[in-house]
């Protein structure tokens, strides 16, 4: 692994690539077991160097200790996770259809179908979550239990901890019996695009900004062979609150809210944008009112230039004016910020008002009706969620969740959008520009499938199939059997 932090060079990209390529075919042979006890060696060590790297990363990023340690334990736990669901083998969606002369459409082969590796992956780590959306985050550890190599572009924001976290993850790997070259890092921008366009890589997966992922995806579908880009761009992540429950919990929800949008500085792809609230309520004003947190550091200078010339461009809207404190929303740190508007002026320019602002700033529009708040849903881009403040008795809900539905990954009700827990039900993604790739999610164990492809064998012989589809089910996983799941 390249040990410096410098632009890796083209002599160095070659001997990574080439590397991948040999450790993907190895990797991809290696059982279900092996993978998951590499998955957890690396979980292991990360948890062993926690007094070692979270200094580094609090040094590169701003975020406070606290928030790093948890974010941290998340990274091994899903390390972990990983490791036990390989164990169970549902993930290769195992089918096995026997011959039978008798099937309606005609005479049907022995078929098998089950999935595997995609080969080397190339992930584009994040800024903000410096552990879980990083070095060894949610895409490379999926891309690792799918069998799969794994060449990571480095977020040139916290470089000296990528390096620690790729070699603490290297070593561990080697002591695991892991072949040589299976995780590696490149660094610099044009060696991320010279990487994507190489033929050995097999899949791109990202998480960052809307303009970054669709270069990227452009690029790699610009390639002579296409290849999947799983990338997480961005999301205004919109919260309805419905009429009843601004009547029966309008205070709760403006301090809720308040909290979810501030979390980490505003810095999540899941942050609440922006808040639709009744005009007859006294939400507004309890809005305006409500305390904020003291001003945090944002990431790094990128995010924060991005940030306020974002939120000056939001303010100079004729729509658009400062909703309770303005002192030192644009100052470097900055202070939580709230701007309100109408829902009719979303209506009118959503273009213009419904876009990500990066930080702690979010939106409040006033509606007149419940009409309106249907309306509002249904001009909506693709989101990674959308969020119903609500009652039961709420004559609005079942349409607004249909509609939402079709618009976002993830759909809350009563709970607020922010924290996205790592389980076998998440999804995280959404219809572009919250994606490129809607059918899939990039937290959660569902996440692996996006590295596996599917493979069919017709008509061979036992001792040349996989494992997986053999009738006597050496590997005990469940298999679908002529149409019916046997575990
Ligand atoms: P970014 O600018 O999109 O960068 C993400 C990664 O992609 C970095 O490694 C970057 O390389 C690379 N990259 C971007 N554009 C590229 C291009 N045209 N060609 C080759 N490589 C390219 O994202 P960021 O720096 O993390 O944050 C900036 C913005 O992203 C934020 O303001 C926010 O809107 C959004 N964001 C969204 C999420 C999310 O979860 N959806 C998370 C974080 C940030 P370099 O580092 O070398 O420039």
Redesign the pocket.
Known sequence: MTAHTDTTTAEELENILAAADAASADWAQRTAAERAGALVAIADALDAAAPELVPVAQEETNLPTARLNGELKRTTFQLRLFAEMLADGGYLDARIDHGDAAWPMGARPDIRRVLEPLGPVLV?????FPFAFSVLGGDTCSALAAGCSVVV?V???HPRLSAAVGRIATDALREAGAPEGLLALVY??QG??DALLDPRIKAGA????IP??R??FDLANSRPEPIPFYG????VNPVFVTEAAAAARGPEIVSEFVASFTMGAGQF?TKPGILLVPEASSMVAELSEASRPAPAMLLNE??QS?YTASLEELLKHDAVAPLGGTEDILAFPPAPALSVTTASALLADPEGLIT?C?GPSALVASYQSEEELLAVARILDGQLTATIQGEDTDAVAPELVRVLAGKAGRVLWNQWPTGVSVTYAQQHGGPYPATTAPTSTSVGTASISRFLRPVAYQGLPAHLLPGALRDENPLGIPQRVNGALAI
């Not at 990202?206 to 900004?209: A, K």
């Not at 997480?232 to 999301?235: H, V």
């Open positions: 584009f780590a994040a800024s903000n572009k977020h040139s924001g610099g921008t991320g695009r990202f998480t960052g900004s970054g992922g270069a990227l997480e761009l961005g999301s792809c990128r995010i991005g990500e990066f």
